[in-house]
């Protein structure tokens, strides 16, 4: 893809007497640690979403993330586990032809796990950039999911790119990459799983144009399993139900009701001919607890449906 080699728009900020660059794969040998920078061109059919992932919009999510993105601002995705929140971005990707770079944020992910390090390789030591450079570099949208999990000192690392300035600082190559035109920043997180040590700092969050979602209504929630799955619309009412008992346990016993995304899991075993109690005990109970109590209440349940 040389469209996303040139990136006329992306620029490099030279400082300690480092030549700026624009990155096409190759390796650069003119930075002052003396190494090989090396760069890798995204592949389209790594980052490229082709066909159009399905997504039923809940409210205007798609008219206030294309505006946001218009404006180069970032986003902030935050909802409940299996809300639709991952489809959303692979949706906007798709809709933007833009290439989708997603990071699973977690406790050990460091700085130079996003921006990048150096690596020794054939005899030589080389630069390769992490998956947010890659981005910046390549005019795409990095996706950091479950930012919160990610340690305080790492998520400090995108507040340069969230605001007006737009850049991202290359400490160890002694540069600042000017994100273009085309580069989206958008993150996401749980607020049911935040926690004095898990907590997004208004530093951050305030930089962000905020999508909150939910789980769809109930009649769109079902259509969303039909689609997904295939099962006919009783079956699919049924399972709306079901989840929406677990729902209403969330804070008495259950952390977290039964997701949009375990529905979709039970009913593609449903179609595949497994009991209907059977395939929502394994796939919504188990997944939902592990108290004896819990697991035997949430089964129940899913016995007075079906």
Known sequence: MAGLCRQPSVGTRATQNCVPTLYCGKIYRNHPQGAAVTVQAIKPEEYFIADEPYYEPVGDELTVFEAAYKNQLPVLLKGPTGCGKTRFMEHMAWRLKLPLITVSCHDDL??????????????????????????????????????????????????????DRRVLPMEKLGEVIEAGPEFCMAISYNPGYQSVLKDLKQSTRQRFVALEFDYPAAQLEAKIVVNETGVNEA????????????????????????????????AKLIADGVNPVVACRSCIAEALTDDAEMLSAVHELSASVF
């Open 110 to 163: 460091t700085a130079s796990d996003l921006v990048g390090r150096y690596l020794v390789t054939g005899g030589e030591t080389v630069w390769v950039d992490g998956p947010l450079a890659r981005a910046v570099r390549n005019g795409a949208i990095c996706y950091l999911d479950e930012i919160v999990e990610a340690r305080k000192d790492t998520t400090v690392v995108i507040h340069p790119l969230a605001d």
């Open 235 to 266: 079956l699919a009412d049924q399972l709306i139900k079901f989840a929406q008992m677990t729902r209403n346990l969330k804070g008495s016993g259950l952390e977290e009701g039964a997701s949009t995304r375990l529905l979709v899991h039970a």
